[in-house]
C-alpha cells in the first residue's frame, strides 16, 4: 500500500514537471514517454531491491533444508521459510507487472475500476502466470517435504542397524568368552567332557541365533 501511495505521488510531481510542455500534439505524447519511461525505471529499480532481498534469503533458506546433516525439525522450518519468501518474490512481480500496465494506461482511465476493466485481460494473464508460478512452487515444496523425510527415515534405519549390530557383537563377544573358559575348564579336568561338549553347543546356538 504504501509502496502504490509512493507510486502516485511521484507521478503526480512528474506531472507538474513536464506540464508546461503537455498541453498538446508532440510536447504532449514527449512529456508522457519521458513521464512513463522514469515511472517505469523507478518501478524495476524497487521490484529488483525487494525481490533480489527475498531471493538472497531464499537461497540462505534452501542451503539449510537441502543440508541432509541439519536436523528433521530444522530442515522443515527453514524449507517453509524458503517457500514463503518465493511466494513473496511470485507476488512482488505479479504487482510489478500490474502497475506498469496503469503507467502503460495513464490518463486512459478514470479511476481504479475503470483501469480494471480496460485493462482486464492483460491483468487476468498477469494472475495466471503468477498462480502458475505459485502451484510450481508448491509441487516444489511438497517433493522438498518428502525428500526431507526419506532422508530422515534412512537415517533412523541406519541408526537401529548400528545398534542392533553393536548389541550382536556384544553378544557373540560374550559367547565366544564363555566357550573359551569351557574350553579351559575342560582342559584343567574340572568339568566332564560331556558338559564341556552340552554348554558349548548351547553357547554356538545361542550366538548363531542373534
Known sequence: MLFLQFLFSLRFLFNQ??????G???G?????RQRDSLLKANLK???EVTVL???NYADAEK??????TQSYGRRMLHLQSFLKDQSIIIEENRKADIEKLRIQYAGQYTDEEDFQLKAKALITNINLVAQGAQAEITRNGEEARLDIVK????????EIEKSMNE???IIINGENEKLMELAKANSNGEITVTDYNNTGQRGIHAAQSV
Open 17 to 22: 514537471a513536464f506540464k508546461d510542455v503537455s
Open 167 to 169: 548389541e550382536t557383537a
Open 63 to 68: 542451503a539449510i533444508y537441502e543440508d541432509e
Open 28 to 32: 504532449a505524447n514527449i512529456a508522457k
Open 53 to 55: 532481498r527475498r531471493k
Open 45 to 47: 529499480a524497487e521490484t
Open 151 to 158: 532422508d530422515y527415515a534412512d537415517m533412523r534405519i541406519k
Open 24 to 26: 498538446s500534439g508532440a
